[in-house]
């Protein structure tokens, strides 16, 4: 978008040539599209088609939209002046479709495992663990956070393409990758679980809202006790469900925060790019050196599940969701500090320019930042949310991602030279307060997060196993290279009976991960 689509040898390859600004508000415009539209996507999965049906829509119009990128900038249609307006249509249809799956896939993800209580494993080593449904998930989004990674290795190739043979074939690329994924999608669907649509919970989810609105805002004066005693009113639902849109409400609350994060992480995805086409390049690619965010994902996820929660588990230190969120923060402003630094040379430098792979280090901060503190928000987003909203919650999500965006777009004015030290200085300065005023506000659920795990099923649980066991010694460690399951390596498993003629056991954990 940025750079004309006449260029020399060694130049930044481009097709539209509408200058940084212009491209960044559309990029801006784009991501702020593509965050609002799981909106309506989540409230047909959550009240209508369910998730499986929902997400097969939205992956076809997210193909057509890849499909349309690439015709739209083969060198003839550019020539006849379809390059924007094809630009245009292409972003529309990939950020409804896109932003459509990304709202579903990760509830969808989550749903098939449906083991929800605890159970006591024997592994063939011989030794015991206890499952545990909220490591387990954890686990399973680091996963699907790597997988994705993964899959944006193809930018490697994709830059190549668009340097030395042009955006078509690097467009088409993406085009084939799309349908692959479409094909597997419907092949698939015979194994996927989908778990039956039980009724529209969003019309007394509204009322709930709108009843503690009412009420001082307060969502205990929504239960059906509290209205029925000091209102004299029967109400329609549950207080399990008030119950569940507090805890949903309360996620989104923790969410908001990730309105500056996302500011921030969207300038890797345009200033940063125009910062790096000012550097050496030595034949790399500018686009290319942004890759080492993906790279740094693939390297550093595996390394925190599968090294650093078990060392620190081992330990008896356990990361909650809150401050894995702050940590990750933290890794945000570094970038955002190492941007500020790099942005200095370049002015210093003056004619002199400074070897583009400096920047390499600032998407590895970006890397970190992201395995801690996005994993955890899709973790805590689906945990907190009503069992039929689980969609809907996440849509909110991404919601609050197209408001940083909005605000990144608001910011482009003021993104140029020579303000740009400045800039980036004013961005690590709003995430380091940012941090401190997320972790001062909410470090609580911490604690209350680590109460409900200790009074919940796992505290005093029937577990199904060949024999009752009785656990008077708590829980001693966590199996080190399983961060999904409690080791019972030191419980005492004295008093086996059985006991009303059934096989279960009573397991009292005083401990648990």
């Known amino acids: 978008m940025q750079h004309p689509p006449h260029y020399k040898d060694g130049e930044t390859p481009g097709a539209l040539g509408l200058g940084q600004s212009m491209a960044t508000r559309i990029y801006c415009a784009f991501y702020i599209l593509y965050y609002t539209t799981p909106t309506l996507f989540a409230i047909v999965a959550d009240s209508w088609l369910g998730h499986f049906a929902t997400m097969v829509i939205s992956i076809i119009i997210y193909t057509l939209g890849c ?50 209580k605890p159970t006591i494993k024997t592994l063939k080593s011989g030794e015991q663990v206890i499952t545990d ?6 686990y399973i989004y680091n996963i699907y956070f790597w997988i994705g990674n993964v899959g944006s290795l193809s930018w490697f190739l994709t830059v190549y393409l668009e340097l030395h043979t042009g955006f078509t074939s690097a467009y088409a690329l993406c085009s084939g990758f799309m349908f692959l994924a479409s094909v597997m999608l419907f092949i698939g669907q015979r194994w996927y679980i989908k778990p039956p649509h039980e009724g529209n919970v969003l019309p007394a989810a509204s009322k709930i809202i709108m009843c503690a609105c009412r009420h001082g805002f307060k969502m205990d004066h929504a239960q059906p006790e509290y209205q029925l005693a000091n209102r004299q009113r029967t109400v329609s639902w549950t207080g399990q469900l008030v119950t569940e849109v507090a805890r949903g409400l309360r996620a989104c609350r923790v969410l908001i925060a990730f309105v500056v994060f996302y500011v921030c992480f969207d300038q890797m995805q345009n200033n940063l790019i125009s910062q790096n086409a000012r550097m050496e390049t030595n034949g790399t690619p500018n686009d290319l050196v942004g890759a080492m965010n993906q790279v740094g994902c693939i390297i550093f996820a595996p390394l925190i599940q599968e090294v650093l929660y078990p060392f620190l588990h081992r330990r008896r230190i356990y990361l909650r969701p809150v401050t894995r969120i702050a940590i990750g923060f933290c890794f945000i402003a570094s970038a955002m500090l190492y941007a500020t630094l790099v942005q200095h040379f370049i002015y210093a430098s003056g004619d002199t320019k400074i070897n583009i792979w400096i920047q390499a280090p600032l998407y590895f901060l970006y ?10 928000a899709m973790e805590y987003a689906y945990d907190h949310s009503p069992k039929d909203m689980k969609a809907v919650v996440q849509a909110v999500s991404l919601l609050i991602a197209g408001i940083g965006s909005g605000f990144a777009m608001a910011l482009t004015p003021a993104a140029h030279d020579p303000l740009m030290v400045i800039f980036y200085a004013s ?20 604690r209350s997060t680590m109460k409900d795990e200790e009074t919940s099923a796992v505290a005093s649980e029937v577990f199904q196993a060949d024999t009752i066991l009785s656990v008077d010694n708590g829980v001693s460690a966590c199996k080190p290279h399983s961060t999904n399951a409690i080791s019972t390596e030191n419980v005492d498993f004295s008093g086996v009976e059985p006991v009303d003629g059934k096989k279960s056991v009573d397991v009292e954990i005083k401990s648990i991960v």
């Not at 245009?88 to 969808?108: D, E, N, S, T």
């Not at 961005?427 to 911490?446: N, P």
Request: hydrophobic share 50%.
């Open 427 to 446: 961005l690590t300065g709003a995430m380091v307060l940012t941090t401190i005023i997320f972790y001062a506000l909410f470090r609580h659920y911490d």
């Open 133 to 138: 449904r909220q490591l387990t998930l954890q």
């Open 67 to 116: 499909i349309t990128l690439t015709v739209s900038s083969v060198p003839s249609q550019l020539d006849k002046g379809w390059g924007l307006p094809g630009l245009v249509l292409a972003m529309a249809l990939i950020a409804l479709g896109g932003g459509g799956f990304r709202a579903i896939v990760v509830p969808f993800i989550a749903d098939q495992y449906t083991e929800q």
């Open 367 to 376: 890397a970190i930042g992201e395995v801690f503190a996005m994993v955890t």
